[in-house]
């Protein structure tokens, strides 16, 4: 989350800002001290928990100071520009800057760069850059021309990588712009051409970065409202020739697309940015806070003295004009995480600030009058979608801690809280990643098979199937009446688990085989029967409807779907009246397919089914008894189900014999045990034949 405290007045002096504003606001020496160049004459140097200035410089009448003074961090010292080549360097104690050191050099500068760790470097207008102290030794010195006629240096950044400087800095040239890295430990300029995407005729009005051990996360603010960003590799792969970068949309209508006043951006950290400008084109201007890693608003101030459209941050104090006063808003943003993305997070709220919720609710404008329309509000979704899965993705990649499963539960609460607060919100791979995690069961979190019922999502109830240890038999039954009703057309654009379903059209026997056989196979002979009136019935039948017994009745994916549910883990007593209210063509459809389960298992010695976790006979079993039991009226009065109920009654027969004859052998096995237990041979050696008939 990220908070604007209250604001305050820098100092009641009145600066020479001009129709652009000031020159800058740059870090001194000391934390608290920041020196400020106005776009006159004057530099003044300002502690900011005083709310006063400690010191002011002037070049004399006639100048003009063109470059923001900086601190020398190595020396302590003051630099500045003015008359764009003449340069002066002075300290504290120094009262008249023109008596100071100065240095006329042989090129117009367009800035001076100074950052903790490094000597400051002067990037010339042309391209070219010089260390300080190298320049200083000849100021005279050539300065080459690095980049083409017509080419204006619009931005500039000082980074330290790896302990080593980098400087970048764009340029435009009839509206294309481009990117120049140089790496001083190398001493490797690389070029790269910003490509703009879509909308080729937009200008680029505010550029800001951020770098990490890889990438210069470059981002700009478009004249169409919008934040874009480019990615520049720190170690380039061909730096010889000019590459071309791509931009990619990173948020929108952030603020106006055609604002009168001028608009500003600059990254705060790698989550978040602040804005400067109007929301909306007769609105009043706002300096607004974003997380550009879940797409979210985090906090707005209305500046209703308008401002001069710039903006500079250091520390946690954010420096803008408001009106004609230099204005100072201190600001906390906190570490993005998935838990403050998920609202898990205690915040406490200053008197005056307003800050926004969360989550922004896209359906309604918030803040300043900011809102989007319907068309984005899918996109905007999606986006923190994203971004959320990439930060579970994270959180699940790092070593499990004490804490781990507390956050798995806190996280999953979160998500379903917003999914039912925003019905478009509906992070699905994230809630299976969850899932997947083993450390969840339905106790823990109810609304996700709920919600997942709502949105019928096959996939991830088959999951919750498979890995929740506790479901109420009523959500058991509500999932295989999903199962059962959805359509094939459907089903084919879902991808569920197949392990437990093996190849059909490879396990069918032959029509005629089973037909005329009288080989009794495990004891079953689908053909066999002791009842003429059943025998005649079934004479009736056409080769066709025999075939039915031996063929899948649903699609594989279905049968991946109804295998979860065989596996689940029930109570009758519980199970059985909510059996009852699944309509009789499934309950039909249900039993076929267990029927022919059985027939698969009856193919086998072993009386299993092939797969990695394919059902058992006993589920099998099972579930045709609790079906019959609880819809047996039903399904009786159904014509189409005459011949399934002849089938069952049949496999039952058959089981009958089957645990008959087991019955009999192991009695068998018992007694000839006992003779065996009873026999003394004395050592003597013999040989029994046993036969068992």
Same mark, same amino acid.
């Given at each position: ?40 004459? #004057? ?31 190595? #020396? =302590? /010292? ?31 500068? %367009? ?17 070219? $850059? ?17 980049? &083409? ?11 330290? $990588? ?29 070029? %790269? ?34 934040? %874009? ?20 949309? *990173? ?36 300096? &607004?806070?974003?997380? @550009?890693?879940?797409? #979210? ?23 803008? *004009? ?84 507390? $956050? @798995? ?38 609304? *996700? ?30 999932? *295989? ?68 017994? #031996? ?6 994916? =279905? ?5 979860? @549910? ?36 009856? /193919? ?54 089957? %645990? ?28 029994? $034949?046993?036969?068992?008939?």
């Amino acid at each position: 989350m990220a908070a604007l405290e209250e604001e305050f007045t820098l100092s009641s002096i009145v600066l020479s800002a001009g129709p652009e504003g000031l020159l800058g606001v740059e870090q001194s020496d000391e934390t608290d001290q920041f020196l400020v160049t106005d776009s006159g004459r #004057t530099v003044i140097l300002y502690k900011v928990s005083d709310h006063k200035p400690l010191g002011s410089w002037s070049v004399k009448q006639g100048q003009i100071i063109t470059c923001p003074a900086v601190c020398n961090f190595q #020396t =302590r /010292e003051y630099i500045v520009v003015h008359d764009n080549k003449v340069l002066r360097i002075w300290n504290n104690e120094d009262v008249n800057l023109d008596k100071v050191f100065k240095a006329t050099l042989s090129a117009e500068v %367009y800035r001076i760069l100074s950052v903790q760790g490094t000597e400051p470097l002067v990037l010339f207008k042309e391209g070219a $850059v010089r260390g300080l102290e190298a320049l200083l030794a000849d100021p005279q010195q050539k300065i080459e021309t690095v980049i &083409s006629d017509e080419e204006v240096i619009k931005w500039t950044k000082f980074f330290i $990588v790896f302990r080593h400087p980098v400087l970048i800095f764009i340029t435009e040239k009839h509206g294309n712009y481009f990117a120049y890295v140089q790496m001083f430990n190398s001493r490797i300029l690389t070029k %790269y051409t910003l490509l703009l995407g879509q909308d080729e005729n937009s200008v680029i009005e505010s550029f800001t970065a951020s770098v990490d051990r890889k990438f210069i996360s470059l981002m700009s603010l478009s004249s169409d409202g919008c934040i %874009y960003e480019t990615l520049i590799p720190i170690r380039p792969t061909d730096p010889e020739n000019n590459q071309s970068l791509v931009r990619s949309l *990173l948020l929108k209508a952030v603020v106006s697309g055609n604002t009168q006043n001028g608009v500003a951006l600059t990254a705060l950290d790698q989550d978040h940015v602040a804005v400067l400008g109007s929301p909306l084109a007769a609105s009043k201007e706002c300096l &607004s806070v974003w997380n @550009i890693k879940f797409q #979210t608003l985090q906090t707005s101030k209305e500046l209703p003295q308008g401002t001069s459209g710039q903006l500079w941050y250091y520390g946690e104090n954010l420096f803008m *004009l408001h009106g004609k006063s230099l204005t100072v808003i201190p600001y906390k943003c906190e570490v993005s995480s998935l838990a403050g993305a998920l609202g898990k997070l205690k915040h406490g709220q200053d008197p005056g600030t307003h800050v926004m919720p969360r989550f922004v609710n896209w359906e309604t404008p918030q803040g300043c009058g900011l809102g989007f329309q319907n068309s984005e509000q899918s996109r905007r979704i999606e986006d923190s979608e994203k971004h959320i899965e990439v930060e579970v993705r994270k959180f699940l990649a790092l070593k499990q801690t004490p804490d781990f499963h507390t $956050v @798995i539960g806190d996280s999953v609460t979160g998500l379903l809280e917003r999914c039912k607060a925003e019905p478009s919100f509906y992070p699905r791979n994230c809630l299976m990643q969850l899932i997947q995690t083993h450390v969840l069961s339905y106790s823990l979190c109810p609304d *996700l098979m709920e919600i997942a019922l709502i949105k019928k999502d096959v996939q991830l109830l088959q999951l919750c199937l498979q890995q929740f240890p506790d479901i109420p038999e009523s959500v058991t039954c509500a999932c *295989l009446k999903t199962f059962l009703s959805i359509g094939d057309d459907s089903l084919q654009e879902t991808d569920v688990s197949m392990e437990s379903v093996f190849d059909y059209s490879n396990s069918v026997h032959d029509e005629k085989m089973e037909e005329q056989t009288e080989i009794l196979q495990n004891g079953f002979n689908p053909e066999e029967d002791k009842c003429s009136n059943c025998d005649q019935e079934l004479n009736k039948k056409s080769q066709d409807e025999t075939k039915e017994s #031996t063929s899948c009745p649903v699609v594989p994916k =279905r049968a991946a779907l109804l295998n979860a @549910i065989l596996h689940s883990a029930y109570s009758e007593t519980f199970l059985l009246p909510h059996l009852k209210d699944i309509p009789a063509q499934h309950i039909t459809l249900f039993l076929k397919y267990l029927y022919f389960l059985y027939l698969k298992c009856s /193919e086998n010695a072993t009386m299993t089914l092939p797969g990695i976790h394919p059902p058992t006979l006993n589920q099998i079993m099972d579930w045709i008894c609790l079906l019959l039991d609880a819809n047996f009226t039903v399904v009786v009065m159904m014509p189409e189900a005459k011949r399934l109920l002849i089938n069952l009654y049949k496999l039952v027969k058959s089981q009958i014999s089957v %645990y008959s004859e087991l019955n009999k052998i192991e009695v068998s096995f018992r007694e000839l045990q006992k003779l065996n237990q009873e026999k003394n041979n004395r050592g003597l050696y013999s040989i029994e $034949v046993l036969e068992l008939f």
